[in-house]
């Protein structure tokens, strides 16, 4: 049986010779994202024991199994939200913006939301656990004409400080490929820094790093600037 190969909490990757820690559903973390004595599972709150290790010779190339098949994760994924869900929404989106420095506006993120919404020029998935809104992600449509089906572009993903390494980004993720394959969509674009360490989160839902095309911009703010 394929072992996981990340670490449900820090997302690093795992080997079947790492001291890994493992619950009956499967969700796995590393030694690290585990703390003893109790080791109690973020996702589930199962208990956590110890995975058998391989030695070098059984450790074949682990399997990515996507988190969606998590089961007993505290937090739930809404339908597309609604102007209704705007004032659960808001906060998030004006601590997304603080995120990427910039000033907090609660007023301009409510604004920008109802906007978008109203218009249908965007799809809001929000996650709630304890009975309160901790993460969203924000999907803009676009076309492709080469393939002739619309895209997605995934352009804001966030999940409220402390209730990170819970799985609630993984079930967010898993959300967006749902509605590409209910709208025939050909898939689900997303740019992200360099340094950005959810690139191993993205990779592990299936996410591949474009390595055909460069990405160029042009931005209204350097329209002036001379170009050099």
């Not at 749902?178 to 898939?187: I, N, P, Q, V, W």
Request: charged share 30%; aromatic share 10%.
């Amino acid at each position: 049986m394929p072992y996981r190969d990340r670490c449900e909490g820090c997302h690093t990757e795992l080997r079947g010779t790492d001291e890994v820690y493992v619950c009956s559903y499967d969700c796995t973390f590393c030694v690290r994202c585990s703390p003893g004595p109790e080791r109690i599972c973020a996702n589930c709150g199962g208990e956590l024991v110890r995975r058998a290790r391989r030695t070098e010779r059984g450790d074949e190339r682990p399997v990515a199994l996507p988190s969606s098949r998590l089961r007993g994760s505290p937090c739930e994924v809404s339908s597309p939200a609604r102007s209704e869900d705007i004032e659960e929404v808001a906060p998030l989106f004006d601590a997304y913006r603080q995120f990427y420095r910039q000033p907090s506006d609660l007023a301009l993120a409510r604004q920008f939301l109802a906007d978008r919404l109203r218009r249908s020029e965007s799809t809001v998935y929000l996650a709630r656990a304890d009975g309160r809104a901790v993460g969203f992600v924000q999907l803009y449509p676009v076309f492709s004409s080469i393939s002739c089906k619309p895209l997605w572009i995934l352009n804001d993903l966030f999940v409220a400080a402390e209730f990170r390494q819970r799985g609630i980004a993984s079930r967010l993720l898993e959300r967006t490929k749902e509605l590409a394959r209910d709208t025939h969509a050909a898939g689900v674009l997303l740019d992200t820094a360099m340094d950005n360490p959810a690139q191993h989160l993205y990779e592990a839902h299936g996410w591949k790093q474009d390595r055909e095309f460069l990405h160029y911009e042009w931005t209204a703010a350097a329209a002036d600037d001379p170009v050099k």
